[in-house]
């Protein structure tokens, strides 16, 4: 009789220890300032310092990978920020190329502030400085060379930001709202919007993006009480508020601005001039500003309300 074989048993497989999740170093970035001088780049630096940033200010661009290289492989660095501009001269020609090769290496980023030239006439005028390009030239005359040299690196750009309606404190406040990785703000934070006031007969405010006319409005002008006040005081508000045509210009006006914000928020825009014009800028047009500043405002936007033509000169 042929025994019978008995037939191998199964084995039980063992249980698995679980697989430990691996988490993902932390991403590190390399932000690059640059811009037109007197745009503010300065205090954009500092703004990055204040987020925890490893910044230089006028890094050589020939040393710009070899920083890049030193930030991947520094632990102790996250995150770095640097200033290029026109102090480089004609080496600015290669940003563009030395880019691609940095961008290999981490994620990078080209931060580019611009102004109107107005205000950066203004800003040198105030601070007393020469251009970076020299005293040979008018301060006009240095702004458009330096706009021709920066042209290149402006098309690069990932981030553009006009100053021209930013103080030193909201532009930090901007920056540090738009790039801290610990604590994102909701993006309507990345948007500023100027409530402005303007008389028609002392002409258009050149840097509106919106005008709405408030001329239909009847006139606390001619009123006595009401003459020698502006819009400020809360017996001209509440005149100017108490006409219905008021009240539902004031709704729709709120409506389309809370549609419209958005809007401009995902397109990257980083001020917004709204102006409400009257015929003198003293009375309804400065009522309306203030109105609608504080609206948006409560809708969660960073609002601020100037109004051009007062006070009243004497």
Do not use: W
């Not at 005008?211 to 002008?221: A, C, I, Q, S, W």
């Amino acid at each position: 009789m042929t025994p019978t074989k008995k037939a191998p048993r199964a084995k039980t497989p063992r249980p698995s220890a679980p697989k430990k999740k691996t988490v993902p170093p932390k991403s590190k970035e390399l932000v690059i300032v640059t811009g037109i001088s007197g745009a503010g780049k300065a205090s954009a630096l500092k703004a990055f310092e204040d987020l925890g940033y490893h910044c230089v200010d006028n890094l050589p661009l020939e040393l710009l990978p070899d920083f890049a290289a030193l930030v991947v492989k520094s632990p102790e660095v996250e995150s770095a920020a640097i200033v290029v501009d026109v102090r480089e001269g004609t080496t600015l020609d290669q940003l563009p190329q030395i880019l691609k090769k940095v961008r290999q290496m981490l994620a990078t980023r080209v931060v580019f502030l611009d102004a109107q030239d107005a205000v950066l006439l203004r800003r040198f005028s105030e601070t007393r400085r020469p251009h970076p390009l020299g005293r040979r030239e008018t301060i006009s005359r240095s702004i458009v060379e330096e706009r021709q040299l920066l042209d290149p690196i402006r098309n690069v750009a990932d981030t553009l930001v006009d100053t021209s309606n930013f103080n030193v404190h909201e532009l930090r406040r901007h920056i540090q709202s738009r790039f801290n990785q610990e604590d994102q703000k909701d993006q309507s934070q990345h948007l500023l919007v100027s409530c402005l006031s303007f008389g028609f007969k002392n002409g258009v405010p050149l840097d509106a993006d919106i005008v709405f006319d408030v001329r239909f409005l009847p006139n606390p002008h001619f009123v006595p009480e009401f003459r020698k006040k502006t819009g400020l005081d809360p017996g001209v508000a509440g005149y100017v508020r108490k006409f219905a045509q008021t009240r539902e210009f004031l709704t729709r006006v709120s409506e389309l601005m809370l549609y419209l914000l958005p809007h401009y928020v995902s397109e990257g825009k980083s001020y917004l001039t709204v102006a409400f014009g009257c015929t003198g800028g003293q009375h309804r047009s400065v009522m309306m500003a203030e109105d609608m500043a504080k609206r948006l405002k409560k809708s969660g936007y960073t609002v601020k309300a100037i109004h051009r033509d007062i006070p009243r000169p004497s």
